[in-house]
């Protein structure tokens, strides 16, 4: 068990730049999610994946985020144009689908400053 | 949406046993109640998961009620890498993920 592994862990980008994170979820989960989170706030769900079918977004994913699983292993989550309120740490996590509630385990992020 | 409801901070002494008490009031018959630990610039880490009464593993216990309206997450003989904050959880991830709800969390800071 490698644990989840996300890239870049930092990334400082103009506004109305497009940014790419990637993620590599534990090697058997099926299920992956992304979750922003601000400083001194929890994390907040932004969207979820079993596979490669994004099965939930959240309202807060605006058209300018989107986020792609495409075999159903690593995920990408894109922002274009990005704006200041961008500026958060983007999480990423991934876990079994067995059982009632599998736990999430999550990396440790890629934080985006937006200048 | 079973929101939680914590402290937002507290304190305690190296040594001491801490609990930490979370209310759920609106928990629904299938949502499980799991507890994260997060550092400094590091993800959520699971600490312990009960559906009623009293889970216990190497790092914490976990109590709750038969209402299951509220839980308390126990930690003993805390040491200063305890100092982080912990987030209590309530839903399913078997009903989808929009309802795995962190809030704000409890930040602990563990006194030497």
């Known amino acids: 068990d490698t644990g989840v592994s996300q890239d870049p862990r930092h990334k400082i980008t103009k506004r109305g730049q497009n940014v790419t994170f990637r993620c590599d979820p534990i090697?058997?989960?099926?299920?992956l999610y992304w979750y922003r989170q601000t400083l001194g706030q929890g994390p907040e769900f932004l969207t979820y994946?079993?596979?490669?079918?994004?099965?939930?977004k959240s309202r807060l994913l605006s058209d300018r985020f989107s986020a792609e699983r495409p075999k159903g292993s690593f995920s990408t989550l894109e922002i274009q144009r990005t704006e200041q309120g961008d500026s958060a740490m983007y999480l990423c996590?991934?876990?079994?689908?067995?059982?009632?509630?599998?736990?999430?385990?999550f990396g440790n992020g890629t934080r985006l400053t937006v200048t | 949406l079973a929101k939680t409801t914590q402290p937002i901070s507290m304190d305690s002494y190296e040594g001491q046993e801490v609990n930490i008490t979370c209310s759920h009031n609106?928990?629904?018959?299938?949502?499980?109640i799991t507890w994260y630990q997060q550092f400094p610039s590091q993800g959520p880490r699971f600490i312990i998961q009960?559906?009623?009464t009293k889970v216990t593993n190497e790092v914490a216990s976990l109590f709750i009620p038969a209402d299951r309206k509220s839980s308390t997450l126990s930690l003993p003989r805390v040491s200063l890498s305890d100092t982080a904050v912990y987030y209590c959880?309530?839903?399913?991830?078997?009903?989808?993920?929009?309802?795995?709800?962190f809030g704000t969390g409890t930040r602990l800071t563990v006194i030497p």
């Open positions: 959880l309530v839903g399913a991830t078997q009903t989808g993920a929009n309802n795995l709800f």
């Open positions: 994946f079993q596979n490669e079918a994004q099965l939930e």
């Open positions: 090697s058997e989960h099926n299920r």
């Open positions: 009960g559906y009623k």
């Open positions: 996590a991934s876990s079994l689908a067995v059982g009632v509630n599998s736990p999430l385990h």
């Open positions: 609106n928990i629904a018959t299938n949502d499980y």
